[in-house]
């Protein structure tokens, strides 16, 4: 016997021996429009009566999906009928079954939805009778509950009291004893206990799911019967054992809020004004209003629309109107400025009881030449000054000793040359005391007296450091008498300034100076919080190769951390890392201690304030104001006029401009550079710098110099490969420095050779016009009489007529009477030709010069 004699026959009942299994066709439909044929097939129970007892029931057909359990005191089951074969064949069982299960569903859905009419009608009809009795005095003292509410009281009931208690049955079918005429009640979603599954036997035929042969009328009910009922299957029609699906706790939670919006759909209460305090800048947009003050932008602009202004949400509106706007809607007004965004540490002072000693910050400062860097090194045990090109200080550097009682001093050593005057002013802000070098065999010099001036300036104590005393012509005496021209006096003379007597070769007298300068800083009591967020002062900064931008500072109060976020000037970062003065890595620097900062965003200027702050958002904010304001600042122009303009035309066409790049290896440097050259200029030649930075020299650089005809000033800097090849290229000129004076004397030297020499006219003698006589076809010969001076052949000359200059000429021919002479002097006569002019009348003067050039000097 073949594998296919074993197989059923679709679409009819198989032949031979009645079997226990029925096989079928069941069509699939799926919701996104797909169908399937599967087969199936239907095992048969078999059922055992009792020895002589009647033949057992089947089964009775099964209820509606999605009708939960029903309650144990209901009989919802019809009577048993004695088992009979059935007349229909299985699958007119099985399509009249999913046809009568989806008419019971469907009539259920149509009353469950007429109950929820009903009752919603009922709700509101009740609210509206306690409204009309809320004046009315009760007699029994007693309130009505709706019913609607004690519904809602019997939802917010347990979920265990609920699964504990009897389902109700919500199909018609389900209570037969009901009376026809009585309204159900609410529908009630109850959750069900889920059934315990039942134990698949092993011959039991695999089960497959069947979709209903009717589909829902609608979309709606299509998705309402997807989501609220479980899919009815052939297995689940015939098989009573298996139990009700249970609903789910999301389910459960949307009917509630469902029928909470319906009950209170007809009474919702106008939410209360929110007042709120809406900030304000200058200058904002009505949509930004809007989002501030929570409100909608079209009643924004309907508002404004009713105050005469015809704007729209994009427009801006000033301070004053959007403080009536925010009046109008209840709101209260916060003014506030763009300033606000940066950061004020004035007002922010720190209480005494936070306050702990820190170490004193000394700058030396004096004449170039007389020894700073050189009493810094004996006091350090170093030797700094043999790294410095041209034996001076070029750069101001920060280092931080301890004394043999173990004392910390922070010192600053300033450049004492006349160019850096910033410098110096900022070394002067930034300490507790200045210790003034000066030279007892040179005395009081230009830059001693400057450095007098910003200490006093600053407001800081000062001590004198007489050096070199262990020359022969070493006089200390005479510098002190010289210091009381300059309202310097010292101790010695009965003044309250100390001085000293040192030799930084020999190191005397380096023990009484330490000294001085300690009961100088225990006199200040100087104190700061370390425990806090860090603010500094931007000592030095330059733009490294390797490191990127790095900045020398010394910390003023708090401790600056790894990891900090902070703004400096117009520019932002994260510290990477910290170096210390002797070239380690450290992981925070407390007050008074000079570090260098790695991890900037660009290279700030000397003088900027270093401030921690909270993140990089503030960070970034404070930057960009500031970078804004600087822009603004920079490009800022006096008001136009004809005679301003007029005078900027001419100032243009008479002054000749020198334009230069430079490129230095520091902040401070550069400064004093561009200060220096900028002092060279006068009225008729000026400075134009074009372009000025830290930094090696890049191909930038080049181009703009290239393209300008500028020369390129390199100060301790080199360009990079690709920007010398471009050099080279373009033959562009490069000049390289590392001493101040060289470059100022080089570049003081190119502006007098485009300048070109000095022109001075010298008068030597006067003539009057007496005759005119013929001489040639075209010339003309005058007749003069020599008034002052002397008169000589093709030395210049200048024809005037009243006092006005007809002609500038020369002299082509001179003669007296028939001869050519080479000069005659005044009180004769003589007859000229004038080169290149014909213009000459009797009366006219003609006055003769000579002109001497001079070597010009800035």
Not at 109 to 117: A, D, K, M, P
Not at 163 to 171: C, G, K, L, M, Y
Not at 520 to 527: D, F, P, V
Request: glycine share 6%.
């Amino acid at each position: 016997m073949s594998d296919t004699e074993n197989k059923p026959t679709l679409g009819r009942k198989p032949l031979g021996i009645k079997r226990s299994v029925e096989a079928g066709e069941v069509k699939q439909t799926f919701s996104h429009g797909r169908t399937n044929k599967v087969v199936v097939e239907v095992k048969r129970r078999k059922l055992i009566a009792k020895p002589g007892g009647a033949e057992a029931a089947p089964p009775p057909p099964p209820a509606e999906a999605e009708t939960p359990t029903p309650a144990p005191e209901v009989k919802a089951k019809a009577a048993p009928k004695p088992a009979a074969e059935p007349k229909e064949t299985r699958q007119e069982v099985q399509a009249r079954l999913l046809r009568e299960a989806e008419e019971a569903r469907l009539n259920t859905l149509e009353e469950v939805n007429r109950r929820e009419i009903e009752q919603r009608k009922k709700s509101l009809d009740d609210e509206k009778r306690r409204e009309d009795e809320k004046d009315k005095p009760s007699d029994s003292g007693t309130k009505e509950v709706p019913d609607a509410v004690v519904e809602e009281a019997g939802e917010e009931a347990p979920a265990e009291a609920k699964a504990d208690a009897p389902a109700e049955a919500v199909t018609p079918e389900a209570s037969p004893d009901a009376k026809p005429d009585q309204t159900p009640g609410p529908r009630r979603f109850t959750p069900v206990a889920r059934p315990e599954p039942v134990a698949k036997r092993p011959d039991s035929p695999p089960k497959y799911s069947d979709s209903p042969s009717k589909k829902p009328s609608s979309a709606r009910e299509r998705k309402s019967d997807r989501r609220q009922s479980g899919k009815l299957t052939v297995a689940r029609a015939l098989n009573e054992d298996e139990g009700a699906r249970a609903r789910s706790l999301a389910a459960l939670k949307r009917a509630r809020e469902k029928e909470r919006r319906a009950h209170f759909a007809g009474k919702a209460q106008p939410r209360e004004k929110q007042s709120r305090e809406v900030r304000v800048p200058e200058a904002i947009t009505v949509q930004e209003l809007a989002n501030r003050m929570a409100e909608k932008g079209a009643d924004l602009v309907k508002a404004l629309f009713n105050m005469d202004l015809m704007v729209t949400v994009n427009q801006t509106i000033d301070q004053d109107t959007a403080e009536l706007l925010v009046e109008e809607f209840g709101h209260k007004i916060l003014r506030v400025s763009e300033s606000d965004v940066d950061i004020d540490t004035s007002v922010d002072v720190d209480p005494d009881e936070s306050l702990e000693p820190r170490p004193p910050v000394i700058a030396i400062m004096g004449h170039v030449d007389h020894g700073k860097t050189s009493l810094l090194d004996a006091l350090r045990g170093t030797d700094v000054v043999k790294g410095e090109a041209g034996g001076i200080t070029q750069h101001i550097g920060a280092y931080q000793i301890t004394t043999k009682a173990k004392q910390k001093l922070t010192f600053l050593d300033t450049p004492g040359h006349e160019a850096f005057t910033q410098m110096r002013a900022r070394g002067a802000n930034v300490t507790d005391i200045v210790v003034l070098v000066v030279a007892a065999d040179d005395g009081i010099m230009p830059q001693t007296i400057e450095a007098i001036n910003h200490t006093k300036a600053a407001g800081v104590p000062m001590v004198v450091a007489i050096n070199k005393c262990d020359k022969p012509e070493a006089n200390p005496q005479k510098v002190r008498e010289r210091l009381l021209e300059h309202e310097v006096i010292v101790e010695a003379m009965s003044g309250d300034v100390q001085d000293v007597e040192v030799s930084a070769m020999k190191g005397t007298g380096l023990d009484e100076l330490i000294e001085k300068i300690m009961l100088q800083a225990e006199l200040l009591e100087l104190k700061a919080n370390p425990d806090r967020e860090a603010e500094a002062s931007v000592i030095e900064a330059q733009l490294d190769k390797g490191r990127g931008p790095v900045a020398t500072v010394l910390v003023n109060r708090g401790t600056l951390k790894r990891g900090d976020v902070f703004v400096v000037g117009t520019v932002s970062g994260r510290v990477r890392a910290l170096i210390d003065d002797k070239g380690k890595q450290i992981k925070q620097a407390g007050p008074s201690v000079p570090v260098e900062v790695l991890g900037l965003g660009g290279v700030p200027n000397a003088g900027d304030q270093l401030n921690v702050v909270e993140n990089e958002q503030r960070a970034r904010e404070v930057s960009e104001y500031r970078q804004e304001k600087a822009t603004s600042q920079r490009t800022a122009t006096a008001p136009a006029s004809l005679d301003t303009m007029f005078s900027a035309l001419a100032d243009k066409q008479n002054v000749i401009e020198f334009p230069l790049v430079i490129k230095a290896d520091v902040q401070g440097s550069m400064e004093a550079i561009s200060t220096a050259l900028h002092n060279l200029s006068n009225d008729e030649i000026k400075v134009r710098i074009l372009h000025s930075g830290v930094g090696a020299i890049t191909e930038s650089d080049v181009t703009l110099a290239g393209a300008s005809g500028a020369p390129i000033i390199g100060f301790n800097v080199r360009p990079n490969a690709k920007a010398r090849e471009q050099i080279e290229r373009n033959k562009t000129e490069m000049k390289y420095y590392d001493v101040i004076y060289h470059l100022t004397e080089e570049i003081s030297k190119e502006m007098i050779g485009q300048w070109g020499p000095e022109r001075v006219e010298h008068v030597v003698g006067r003539a009057e016009v007496k005759e005119i006589f013929s001489a040639g076809k075209k010339d003309k010969a005058a007749g003069l009489l020599v008034t002052d001076g002397f008169i000589k052949k093709g030395i210049n000359a200048r024809l005037t007529r009243e006092d006005v200059i007809v002609s500038q000429t020369t002299i082509a021919s001179l003669r007296r009477f028939k001869d050519d002479i080479d000069e005659v002097r005044g009180g004769l006569e003589c007859g000229v030709v004038l080169a290149e002019t014909n213009d000459v009348k009797p009366g006219d003067m003609l006055e003769v010069f000579e002109v001497e050039e001079r070597e010009r000097t800035l």
